[in-house]
């Protein structure tokens, strides 16, 4: 239990349906993250917010839309999907910090919603 | 825009033999994390570096942050079969943070 939750862990579903994948932090974050992981390809950083403000949006279509209600609740809503979007999705929090150091950005995942597009 | 390449992509040992991943980046990273995907898993965080050279050991794991902070090494001692997973590295550019495409580490036992 990484105090990341994620839900559904599995959804499949057609070009032409819509659905939200739901994302749930009990870690008292600042920050919180969607990521796309395809086979073969590296974690892609597809949206993040801190404070419930979006500051990257990572030049992601728009079928997929995000929504940060406050910081322990993030969601993806997709719509429309094509078949290339099937992917695992990951959602991540974490504490946001500036130090002499550098900004610490360890991230704690959610277990992921296995997507597969029809 | 930031990459960071991380070789080999796949290593198949023995188990009782070392491993070793690598990381590189063209430009200074302010920091460098190390994950672990385990089969059906999600990414765990491992360890952080920040300072130039540093190196941290977690057990059979050693961790090392190049001097010029562009590289980073994971090596572990005496594989068993529970290191088997994808190890992740990724580099932090001011507050980006960027996944090199992993290693997956398979032990035959």
């Known amino acids: 239990e990484t105090g990341v939750t994620q839900t559904p862990r599995h959804l499949v579903m057609g070009m032409t349906n819509k659905k939200s994948l739901k994302c749930e932090q009990h870690?008292?974050?600042?920050?919180m993250y969607w990521y796309k992981q395809s086979a073969k390809k590296p974690l892609e950083l597809m949206f993040v917010?801190?404070?419930?403000?979006?500051?990257e949006n990572n030049s992601v279509p728009s079928r997929f839309s995000p929504e940060c209600p406050n910081s322990s609740h993030l969601f993806l809503h997709l719509h429309t999907l094509q078949p290339e979007d099937s992917a695992l999705y990951l959602c991540?929090?974490?504490?946001?910090?500036?130090?002499?150091?550098?900004?610490?950005?360890?991230?704690?995942f959610g277990s992921g919603t296995q997507l597969s597009v029809l | 825009g930031q990459q960071v390449m991380q070789i080999p992509q796949y290593q198949h040992v023995q188990e009782g033999e070392d491993f070793t991943t690598y990381c590189n980046s063209s430009?200074?990273?302010?920091?460098i994390q190390w994950y672990k995907q385990r089969p059906g898993g999600h990414p765990v965080f491992l360890i952080q570096?920040?300072?130039?050279?540093e190196v941290k050991k977690q057990k059979r794991l050693t961790f090392q942050f190049g001097e010029a902070k562009k590289n980073s090494s994971l090596h572990i001692t005496a594989t068993q079969t529970t290191d088997v997973g994808t190890y992740f590295c990724?580099?932090?550019?001011?507050?980006?943070?960027?996944f090199g495409a992993g290693t997956i580490l398979r032990v035959k036992s």
């Open positions: 991540a929090s974490s504490q946001v910090l500036r130090s002499s150091r550098g900004t610490n950005e360890k991230l704690f």
């Open positions: 870690l008292g974050h600042n920050a």
């Open positions: 917010y801190n404070f419930k403000e979006q500051t």
């Open positions: 430009t200074t990273l302010s920091n």
């Open positions: 570096l920040v300072k130039s050279g």
């Open positions: 990724a580099g932090l550019y001011g507050n980006k943070l960027v």
